[in-house]
């Protein structure tokens, strides 16, 4: 069974940083690519990072680039969200996601498994 | 990269048949075949209900659809159920900076 598990998330000052992890188990890891996708309190979803299975294609959303950096272990079956320069914006319910195909060198986003989320709350 | 534009709402009664749209550009719904649509019911993780525009992940009831028309996409969800009341999402490639987009999300009540 795919186990998708978030963590890292928390209550921080604008401007501070945070980092996400996501441990995976139950698939071969680096056989797929893997987004972090995220949803302000009542609001819908924002697709905001994705990495392919060998790290070679990554892609962020324009809100976020040159402030987040995703990467992956793949020996260590994890996915990270490192976030800088936090905005009071960013406040949300983080989720990382598996992709439906693996080997995909293209960052098409169909997210098979999602995990249940790590809330990052930004305020002073 | 701005959100794809999907009604706010749509309604039925309990066996009728529901279309949602989902439109965007000829830079990501009308110029690839990698939508996919999820459904998501309040406090739980979004759930995959068609990708590549019309394809079903094994497990999702044959009763949702997938289809696409020049830059508008569209989930069709027949036999209305009242497990089928969620908030519903697409989402497609673009060609922009950003690689990937959602639509703006839809809430569909069973009457």
């Known amino acids: 069974e795919v186990q998708l598990v978030e963590s890292g998330g928390g209550l921080v000052q604008p401007g501070r940083s945070l980092r996400l992890s996501c441990a995976a188990s139950?698939?071969?890891?680096?056989?797929?690519?893997m987004h972090w996708v995220r949803q302000a309190p009542g609001k819908g979803l924002e697709w905001v990072s994705g990495?392919?299975?060998?790290?070679?294609?990554?892609g962020y959303a324009d809100s976020v680039k040159g402030r987040f950096t995703i990467s992956r272990d793949n020996a260590k079956n994890s996915l990270y969200l490192q976030m800088n320069s936090l905005r009071a914006e960013d406040t949300a319910l983080y989720y990382c996601a598996k992709d439906s195909f693996g080997f995909r060198e293209l960052l098409v986003f169909s997210g098979e498994n999602w995990g249940q989320g790590t809330l990052v709350t930004v305020s002073s | 990269q701005s959100a794809l534009t999907q009604p706010a709402s749509v309604s039925g009664s309990p066996g009728q048949s529901i279309t949602i749209s989902c439109t965007g550009t000829?830079?990501?719904?009308?110029?690839?075949?990698?939508v996919s649509w999820y459904q998501q019911h309040p406090g739980k993780a979004p759930k995959l209900m068609i990708y590549?525009?019309?394809n079903r992940p094994s497990g999702v009831s044959n009763r949702f659809s997938g289809s696409k028309s020049g830059n508008t996409a569209s989930l069709t969800i027949s036999g209305l159920q009242a497990e089928d009341e969620a908030d519903y999402y697409c989402s497609s490639y673009t060609s922009s900076s950003t690689p990937s987009v959602f639509g703006t999300g839809t809430k569909v009540t069973v009457l």
């Open positions: 000829s830079s990501d719904v009308g110029g690839y075949n990698y």
């Open positions: 590549e525009v019309s």
């Open positions: 990495i392919s299975w060998n790290s070679g294609s990554i």
């Open positions: 139950g698939f071969t890891f680096d056989d797929y690519a």
